[in-house]
Structure formats: C-alpha cells, structure tokens
C-alpha cells in the first residue's frame, strides 16, 4: 500500500533554514509527480510546490517562490523540501502528496501525515 512518512519539521527562527524528507513507498515513485502542500493554523490546504516525475520541471507557489526547494531521489525514493528565509506565516503542518495520475501533478490521492514547523523567534 501507499505510504508516504514526512520528517524534518520542528521550530527555526526567522532567516534561518528547514529541511524536510518525505520517503515513499508502495507505488512506482519515479513514475509520479510529487507535491508538498502545507495548512496553517485555522485555514486550509495550500499547495507549496510540485516537481515532476523525472526532477526536471519544479513549481511553486507565488508566496514561497525564491525561498523555497522542491527536489527528489528516484533511487530512494525520497522526496525533499528546502525552505530558506523562513517567515513566520510559513508556520503550518507540512503534507508530501502523490499525483493521483501519472500524467498530471494534480489532484492528489495520498498525502503523508505532516510535520509541524513553527516560525519565531
């Protein structure tokens, strides 16, 4: 079965640096585009970024685009997000979602069960 088990969250100042790991398993990873989405405090899903299948073409969300890195291991099945510069309203439960087709980055059929960053100082 599908599973996708997210790590690397936790609290960093302002202007500092974050790294998360999503490892995947139960499905052909590299044959699906990934995304990491994230849900603030009191408010809903919003998508972060997505790369494609291959790691070739990334996207990203106007409010987090400079400071932020989608990037993933088709050998180990690993998926990554560098966030840079972090502000405080990036805190929020970060999500890795699955593509539901291999032909689309979305909608997405399975997320991993978050990890939590908190932005203070």
């Known amino acids: 079965q599908v599973q996708l088990v997210d790590s690397g969250g936790g609290l960093v100042q302002p202007g500092g640096s974050l790294s998360f790991s999503c490892a995947a398993s139960?499905?052909?990873?590299?044959?699906?585009?990934m995304s990491w989405v994230r849900q603030a405090p009191g408010k809903g899903l919003e998508w972060v970024a997505s790369i494609d299948r291959d790691g070739i073409n990334t996207y990203y969300a106007d409010p987090v685009k400079g400071r932020i890195s989608i990037s993933r291991d088709n050998v180990k099945n690993m998926l990554y997000l560098l966030l840079n510069s972090p502000k405080p309203e990036d805190t929020a439960v970060y999500y890795c979602a699955k593509s539901l087709s291999s032909q689309s980055p979305r909608p997405f059929d399975y997320w991993g069960q978050g990890t939590h960053v908190i932005v203070s100082s």
């Open positions: 139960g499905f052909a990873f590299s044959s699906y585009s």
